[in-house]
């Protein structure tokens, strides 16, 4: 693609204006001065009412980038013959050339010799061209570029410039702080840093004292602003600030930051974040899906809400209840799967987002190097108000990927686990398989069977001797039900907290039981038990048989009643509380626990 230069694209906009054509310029429709001319020939009033009535064709001229084009379109009509390149490059004092795909500014631009404002936004320029700019210019635009180095910008001198904005641009390295000085803009009064790169919050603040004049400052969007020592660093760093990010600063707020500037051991790099779930509610009665499975079995549903959140470790004077995914490495997951396909499960995740649950329309893509804690709230029973009261405060050093997150937003999942507890085959099969087991377990040590029976209840003996049932649990079954995702970008713009309800969109097929997920090891087990009993069908007692026929049959009908007919149930909207709260401290006594040791 080619690159457009500015100056062409001023001179496109110049031609565009018609200053030679009628009703403008020196041509035979006007009357001459000695006005002997027909009634063909038109008065220079009458020209310019053409040129100013609201319904005239030639009134409808687009004069949005600069206030001087309808200045200048009546000067050629009034005056046509001052109409040279000179006279028309001199008139303009303000030129706003936004969104017109310009990649370089040519030195064309000197030729405005009295351009004092220079709008440039939402262009495509890479870099700043230092001889390139008039000295005269007192505000310079420059936003929603892809400038990424202010090198360019920094070694060309502007001595009258006092509106400088270089918001939206990827800048924010070490040369980048270094390149902003007093001495290059002494007499700047108002700078826009908004929604850039920039980290180190001490050492921008340090560089932006050195413009005596600075009075506005715009630096929200930055990472550096979502750690705690945000804005009280600032405030109190840079005194002469009198408006920081669009609010002015009251006496009552310096006195709250006082001493923030002083203290330099100040942990300002690191930001704090605490998650709380709260109450869910609309989830449908789990008993209702399972009406007509067999008496004999017994289902415990719970629920619970995953998520995952950039964290680091946590510093020693913070006592945080998070797990970071690098000290998990050798755990097993609720799936089965190992930490160590943690991003692959994440990327199926994003998947099951999009097409299963149907609640995210569209995934911004982009790349989180900082290390991601998962974490899921403590598993509850059905009732028509889940409370889960949990809370997690989460410690990020990486500021930028911590931005990157924000931007993304937070993908919550709502989880069931199932686990259906059926009555014991037999006393004496269980007794064998419990010896079994214990010889079993000798030769495996350190290994944990996914597909054991597990004795869980047991009805109590009356004093007559009756006999004792035993209930064992199948391994649980763990289902996504469905997924939310929630917008965090207000924290980035300022907003220290975002309360929201959280709305989960769950599909019927999603309470039809997974059959597919029981362990095919514990299936095999249920077989081999099946086989046992059998052989000592004819010498075991009748009872038993037919308690185990019974058994063998209510499984079947479960299976059939959740996998092969499953019964939609009609259900409402199920909503979570979901709080995020970044850490602001506002005073020094807040700020004193968290200095460096």
Known sequence: MASKTLSSEIEKMIRHLCLNDFPCGNGSWRK???????????????????????RSPWGQVDDSWSPQVSTLRELAVLTPERLRKNFIYNHFTTLRIVDKGVSVIDDGLLKFSKLEELVLSANLLTEIAVESLPIT??????????????????????????????????????????????????????????????????ALVKALSTLSCLKTLILEGNPFTLAPAYPGLTVDTLTQLAYLDGSDISPEERQQFRGFATMNDLKADTALATVSVGRMRGMP????????????????????????????????NLNLACKSVSDTVSTTTEDGSTNTSLQSNRNHERKIHRSDCGVVKTTETCSITAPMSSHSTSKLTWSEVMDFSDSQTYAVISLRDFKTFLKRGLYLRLEEEKIVSRP???????????????????????????DKLISTKVKSTDKKGTSVQRLVDDAPIRRILGSAHVPLQSLIRG???????????????DFEVDVAQTPHKDLEKNKNEDEV?????????????VSHSKCKESKKQYVNTQSDNPQPVQQDKVTVELRVQLEKWGSLSEAQPHQHS
Request: hydrophobic residues 30%; aromatic residues 6%; negative net charge.
């Open 32 to 54: 001459s001065k000695d006005g002997g001319d027909g009634p063909e020939r038109e008065s220079a009033d009458e020209l310019l009412d053409l040129l100013k009535c609201p």
């Open 137 to 202: 210019l007192k505000v310079l635009e420059l936003r929603a570029n892809r400038l990424s180095s202010l090198s360019g910008l920094s070694s060309c001198r502007l001595p009258q410039l006092q509106y400088l904005s270089l918001g939206s641009n990827p800048i924010g390295l070490h040369e980048d702080v270094s390149c902003i000085t007093g001495r290059k803009w002494p007499q700047l009064v108002c700078l826009d840093l908004s929604d850039c790169d920039f980290e180190d919050q001490q």
């Open 285 to 316: 009665d789990p008993t209702v899906r399972v009406e007509g499975s067999a008496p004999e079995l017994f289902v415990t549903t719970k629920y619970y809400i995953f998520y995952e959140f950039p964290s680091h470790h946590a510093p020693n």
């Open 424 to 450: 014991a085959a037999s006393e004496d099969a269980l007794s064998d398989k419990s010896g079994q087991t214990v010889k079993d377990m000798k030769g495996r040590k350190g290994k944990e069977p996914q």
């Open 495 to 509: 907003d220290p907290e975002l309360s929201v309800i959280c709305e989960f969109d769950l599909q019927h097929k």
């Open 533 to 545: 009993l059998k052989q000592r069908g004819s010498c075991g007692k009748g009872q038993k048989n």
